[in-house]
């Protein structure tokens, strides 16, 4: 799997958009890029992910670069709630089980 | 509500002794998997299944043990033999059986080891 660079930490003013980036300059062809988060003391979140296409859900937006070297996650408006640490996971999509490999991800902290 | 239930939340054990943790789901997933956490770091994989009375090890599996006699259930028992055991324990599924595989997290078990 690719490895990822995030920011240690950010913070965001409550309403606000929050902007999370990611580096995947090794990213293969065939590797999708995934988002988890994961709020103290709870098990993690599945937000998105996507190949190299925008991708927009109920709880978030994805921007791949072009060259797919790079994301951000973007949290609409911000609320309280969405403190937690962010992962952004680079890997295959395969059918069956696979593991995931977590980094230390980014620490978002949304102010009131 | 479907979903994928831990417990207990918190685990205390005197140091030799075994203990196993409870992960339940009923969001009818093939593959289901163990991870461990410890403070400031991401995860690490224990064991993971994908179908019943079949699993695998994963990166750190030395001291665990596993079964999967139900499709609903996939018990981790951490052994005297695990020389370093709190920890904060996650049990996760996912659909498999040859779809794909977004992984859906428990709440989470944390054991501390006196």
């Known amino acids: 799997d690719a490895k990822t660079t995030q920011p240690t930490s950010m913070d965001c003013a409550e309403g606000r958009a929050a902007n999370l980036p990611c580096n995947h300059s090794?990213?293969?062809?065939?590797?999708?890029v995934y988002w988890y988060r994961q709020i103290h003391s709870q098990g993690p979140q599945y937000i998105i992910h996507?190949?190299?296409n925008n991708e927009t859900n109920e709880m978030a937006s994805l921007i791949i670069t072009e060259d797919r070297k790079s994301s951000t996650l973007i949290l609409p408006h911000a609320t309280l709630r969405d403190t937690a640490v962010y992962y952004c996971?680079?890997?295959?999509?395969?059918?069956?089980?696979?593991?995931?490999?977590f980094g230390q991800g980014t620490r978002l902290t949304i102010n009131p | 509500d479907g979903g994928i239930t831990q417990s207990p939340k918190y685990l205390f054990r005197k140091e030799g002794q075994n203990v196993t943790l409870s992960c339940e789901q009923n969001?009818?997933?093939?593959?289901m998997y163990w991870y461990r956490q410890d403070p400031g770091q991401g995860l690490r994989l224990i064991y993971y299944?994908?179908?019943?009375?079949?699993?695998q090890k994963g990166d750190i599996a030395e001291g665990y043990s596993v079964s999967r006699e139900k499709k609903e259930s996939f018990p981790l028992t951490v052994t005297s033999a695990q020389k370093n055991p709190t920890a904060f324990y996650l049990c996760?599924?996912?659909?498999?059986?040859?779809?794909?595989?977004?992984?859906?997290f428990g709440p989470g078990t944390r054991l501390t080891v006196l």
């Open positions: 996760a599924s996912s659909i498999g059986g040859g779809r794909y595989n977004e992984q859906f």
């Open positions: 090794t990213i293969s062809g065939n590797e999708y």
């Open positions: 996507g190949l190299k």
């Open positions: 996971i680079v890997r295959l999509r395969i059918q069956g089980a696979q593991k995931l490999v």
């Open positions: 969001l009818n997933h093939d593959a």
């Open positions: 299944s994908q179908i019943v009375n079949d699993f």
